[in-house]
């Protein structure tokens, strides 16, 4: 028998887990590392299930290249890398390197590969670049980018120590938290309510975590644009403007309360379903509370104003003199800083630098918008994408209009994908080279410990041994980024790049990076180094976050610009065409939310049964009004169509949805033809992603708007 202690990396919390295993490396027990200074103990049903990911049957060890009846065969590496070089070679010399696309899933987040990744893609130099993040935080990217010059520097809520925190569109208890590492968020939501503080959760559902906080605010989906520019307006119409020390290190403060001073309560209260008077006792006790912290995820950035939602929440930090106060809205300073290796290499944000070939969509950080790869894919002519390299992703279930991208990967000349499962997406795909298991190798969490609550760095130590003839995303990364050159420099190049592989190990980069970074060498004998957080065993705590304005802003000036003119310009066609009169949906319309499900993370773990058995929870949720009018009872089959696609599933009545919302997780509909996921397979669920809208988009990122789609559900 022996335990190891080791960070779970199925989400962004990143819990301390006690595994123990017996002598042939069986795992017998899993559970939260008590001592662990971040989780304490706690643990999801998902970090039981990590031995599930290990011993999956399906999880493929060798590469398979598909055969012409859809089947697929194990090969040789080598043979596997041949072909893949070949094949995106030839497509890159026959169509330009534009031909070939790469879209990297949520996986690379928690990948040691991140920099292995950045090398392939600029290998293959496209500029047909997609990621998962124009499905998730792009927005919030573009407001880092626009106010403190880093896509990637997001602040925090220092939910430890405030008084009063305000959530809009997250449901940490169930998504264990999302640009902000925090476990177990009832334990912190709970000490914040018994140290006499409150909870604010703004939601169209009362969600868990509007249940645990036990103050709940019933937005209308999409408007939370209009509900925050009022309760800013409010703080500036009552005097409660305060930025405090924020007025020596920000510009705009004036530009952004006149562009919201005409939003009163009266004007947002009938779109946004609050009363004015709500809206008023939101803005003071924000305004008024000793330490507050505003803090936004993915239920408003997955609508169509989620830039000016992102924004207006850190203004509201900023007017009130929360931003980088202790208990407000701070930032991390990060044993490995990311956020700094990203500033040196000058890649921190551009925007609308280049536009996608078929609708005119601007890229932003390199990327165009998810939804419009099935475009490029199907549209015929000059810079049409033939080939598709996929990291760790299943766009046929996570983008909007999934069946569109079905469609688009069946015409693919090639496709080749990282990833170790032959899914809904990943069975379109010629060849697939399967990485070993994360939990096979060491593991430092590169970009989540970048935005904890607390200074927190952590080496993780393999579970078990990793298989000898298996490969770690870095080798495959890096084996086929210099297996893709085409003209004889580009090939030399890429030769080179091959042999300075070891300089690049993951391991090296992270020593290095400890070292240099603000918690190693200036410290002395005290310093962080890779060996310091091996001995150390579990994560180190490094402390409570400290202010670190105005030194880690990254823009220019050193000034936090908090009215950047595409923002003004995006909140004034957001208040226009959210009071305009004739938006509002048809009376047999529901509005459609996303749904996380602790069970779950996005499409990939359903191939454990531990965490797909019992109840069926793929239903669509619906407020008993709705679902009386139709006459539909709980557990009734349904049929939702929207105006993309139609899905049938089972009705889940329940008046934690307000009425005219409904709700369906995203990541189900499994059980397709050649998809080799025994137990997904037989628990499929439907995709909502059926019915999402690939043209419904938000308007300054093209972020998939997946929530707030307008539906019609009828009884089967
Ligand atoms: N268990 C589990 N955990 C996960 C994941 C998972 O699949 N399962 N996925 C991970 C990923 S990839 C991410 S990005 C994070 C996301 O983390 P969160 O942002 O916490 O994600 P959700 O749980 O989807 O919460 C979004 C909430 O927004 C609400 N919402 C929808 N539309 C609106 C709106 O217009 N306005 C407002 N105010 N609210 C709205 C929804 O009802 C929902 O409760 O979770 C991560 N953690
Ligand atoms: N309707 C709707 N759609 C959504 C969302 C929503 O809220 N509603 N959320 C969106 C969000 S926030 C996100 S992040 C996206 C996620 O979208 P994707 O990233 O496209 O999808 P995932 O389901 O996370 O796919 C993960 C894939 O990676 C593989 N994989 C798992 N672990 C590893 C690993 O360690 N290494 C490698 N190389 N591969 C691995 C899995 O087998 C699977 O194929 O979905 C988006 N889609
Ligand atoms: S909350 Fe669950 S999935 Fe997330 S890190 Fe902790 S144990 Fe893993
Ligand atoms: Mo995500």
Request: include cysteine; aromatic fraction near 4%; charged fraction near 20%.
């Amino acid at each position: 028998m022996a335990t190891v202690t080791r960070a779970c990396t199925l989400c962004e919390a990143g819990c301390g887990l006690t595994v123990t295993l017996d002598a042939a490396g069986t795992i017998t027990a899993v559970e939260g590392d008590l001592a662990d200074p971040m989780s304490q103990g706690y643990l999801c049903p998902k970090g039981v299930a990590i031995q599930d990911v290990l011993t999956d049957p399906d999880r493929l060890r060798r590469p398979v290249v598909r055969q012409p009846d859809g089947s697929f065969v194990e090969v040789a590496w080598d043979h596997a890398f041949d072909l893949v070089g070949k094949r995106l070679r030839s497509i890159r010399r026959a169509h330009g390197n534009d031909a070939v696309a790469t879209y990297i899933g949520n996986p690379a987040g928690h990948s040691m590969a991140a920099f292995q990744i950045g090398i392939l893609v600029d290998a293959l130099r496209t500029t047909n670049q997609y990621s998962a993040a124009t499905t998730d935080q792009a927005p919030q990217s573009l407001v880092s980018w626009l106010l403190f010059g880093n896509q990637y520097l997001f602040p925090v809520p220092d939910i430890d120590r405030t008084d009063h925190l305000l959530i809009v569109g997250a449901n940490p208890i169930i998504s264990n938290g999302s640009l902000v590492q925090a476990p177990d968020w009832r334990r912190r939501i709970g000490a914040i309510r018994d140290r006499g503080g409150h909870v604010v959760v703004v939601d169209p559902r009362r969600t868990e975590t509007a249940r645990v906080a036990g103050n709940h605010v019933a937005v209308r989906p999409g408007t939370d644009a209009l509900l925050l520019a009022a309760i800013l307006a409010v703080i500036d119409a009552e005097g409660l403007v305060t930025p405090g020390r924020a007025s020596d290190w920000t510009d705009g403060i004036p530009a952004l309360l006149d562009a919201v001073r005409h939003v009163t309560p009266e004007l947002a209260a009938p779109v946004v379903g609050v009363a004015p008077e709500r809206i008023r006792e939101l803005a003071r006790a924000f305004a008024t509370a000793p330490r507050a912290a505003a803090y936004s995820r993915i239920g408003p950035c997955q609508t169509r104003h989620g830039s000016v939602v992102a924004w207006l929440v850190i203004a509201l930090n900023v007017v009130t003199g929360n931003l980088d106060e202790p208990g407000g809205s701070m930032f991390t300073r990060p044993a490995f800083d990311l956020q700094r290796m990203v500033g040196i290499s000058g890649r921190t944000g551009s925007w609308k630098t280049r536009h996608s070939r078929v609708r005119g969509l601007a890229e932003f950080g390199g990327e165009f918008p998810a939804a419009t790869l099935a475009d490029e894919i199907l549209a015929t002519g000059d810079g049409q994408v033939r080939a598709l390299v996929i990291f760790g992703g299943n766009p046929v279930l996570s983008f909007p209009n999934g069946g569109r991208m079905d469609e688009a990967m069946r015409e693919l000349d090639f496709g080749v994908a990282v990833d170790f499962h032959i899914n809904e997406s990943t069975r379109h795909c010629d060849v697939i080279l399967p990485p070993i298991a994360s939990t096979e190798r060491e593991h430092y969490d590169l970009i989540f410990h970048t935005w904890a609550v607390r200074n927190v760095a952590r080496l993780s130590p393999a579970l078990a041994a990793p298989d000898p003839n298996g490969r770690t995303e870095q080798d495959i990364l890096m084996e086929v980024a210099t297996r893709v050159g085409v003209g004889p420099t580009e090939r030399v190049a890429l030769w080179l790049l091959g042999r300075a592989r070891g300089l690049l190990d993951p391991l090296r980069i992270l020593d290095i990076g400890l070292r240099l970074g603000p918690w190693g060498l200036r410290r002395g004998r005290a310093g962080l180094s890779v060996a310091k957080l091996r001995a150390a065993g579990r994560t180190m705590d490094l402390g409570p976050l400290a202010r670190e304005l105005p030194a880690r802003l990254f823009t220019s000036d050193k000034r936090l610009a908090l009215a950047p003119p595409p923002l003004l310009d995006a909140l004034a066609l957001a208040v226009a065409e959210l009071t305009a009169a004739d938006t509002a949906p048809a009376a047999d319309e529901l509005l459609l939310l996303g749904r996380r499900r602790l069970r779950q993370k996005n499409s990939y773990l359903h191939n454990s049964q531990r965490l797909v058995k019992g109840r069926d929870r793929c239903t669509i949720l619906l407020h008993p009004d709705d679902a009386d009018s139709r006459g539909i009872a709980d557990g009734d089959p349904v049929v939702v169509t929207s105006r993309v696609g139609k899905v049938e599933l089972p009705a889940q009545v329940s008046d934690e949805m307000a009425i005219g919302v409904a709700s369906i997780p995203h990541g189900w509909g499994h059980g397709r033809p050649g998809s080799v996921q025994q137990v997904a397979d037989t628990h499929p669920g439907v995709s909502v992603n059926d019915l999402t809208d690939d043209h419904q988009l938000e308007v300054l990122t093209g972020n998939a708007a997946f929530n707030d789609l307008r539906v019609t559900v009828q009884r089967a």
